[in-house]
């Protein structure tokens, strides 16, 4: 991988991309396997450092780190020294003098992990910040669709919901762009950044004609965090119009795919019986998040593909 820190699928050639994703093919045969650990990042210390809940994303790595039998450092926010004051960056400099090797960073505020790897030795991978990308997300979305629909080139995608504050959002239409699919965002427009189709999507503000002819929908959380003032009138009237259910499922192809990053408020952006039903390939997302952040970690930890383990 031409790259030694993982802060934005924006700056990510197709070409590394395409690297992960081969090389997290491998590694999803090897997680369904019996035995499932591999001595490949033996020796090297991966720190996970979350600002911000996570469930998916901090667990996948650190099972991702010590399948490829790296050492692993779970640093909690709240018991660290970070409460008593001290900077982020000196909190890291005084990890990194224990000579660890990669650094998986959450924060609320974008930026930080450009921040970090600028003034770092250790690698840096974004495990999401603020409002700004989700690199890994991105990477396991499109794992899971090509997984599941061969390829991306042509297919038509659309990302449904809380656009604006979503760096998943984000990490997809870069990520897809460059892959050939076609992109589409749909929500109401107090959810739809203004200059959006800068970044070569097409807006739709109805879900009917967003749905026509989707193969892929990618249903948003509606962060309910990140909303300073109310952006729809209530949550019965966001799910009413915009909330994916059966009936409205019924717009797009009748193979579509429904995926979600997860965690989903049910009965609000995703009805139980979508997240639930034939359609949906969400708790694979959840899987394929494993290889694919297996592969990042091997290929930053400076593993060879053609050394890996058979
Ligand atoms: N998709 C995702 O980032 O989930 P977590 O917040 O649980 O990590």
Known sequence: ??????IALEHVSKEDMVSVLELAKTFKELILRPVKKVPTLKGKTVVNFFFEPSTRTKTSFEIAAKRLSADVLNLAVSTSAVVKGETLLDTINTIEAMQIDMVVIRHGTS????????????SVINAGDGMHEHPTQGLLDM???????GKLDGKIVCIAGDVAHSRVARSNIWG?????????VVGPPTLIPKDIDKLGVEVFYDLKAALKDVDIINILRIQLERQKKNLFPTTREYAAFYGINTEKLKYATPDVLV????PM?????ISPNVADGPHSVINEQVTNG????????????GGKKDEIIN
């Open 143 to 149: 794992f899971t669709m090509i997984e599941k629909k």
């Open 290 to 301: 494993v290889a694919v952040r297996m592969a990042v970690l091997y290929l930053m930890g």
């Open 265 to 269: 408020n049910r009965g609000l952006e």
């Open 1 to 6: 991988m031409a790259f030694k820190h993982l």
């Open 176 to 184: 897809l762009k460059k892959m050939g699919a076609k992109i589409r």
């Open 259 to 262: 995926m979600h990053p997860g």
């Open 111 to 122: 930026g930080v992990p450009e921040y970090l790897a600028k003034r770092i030795k250790s």
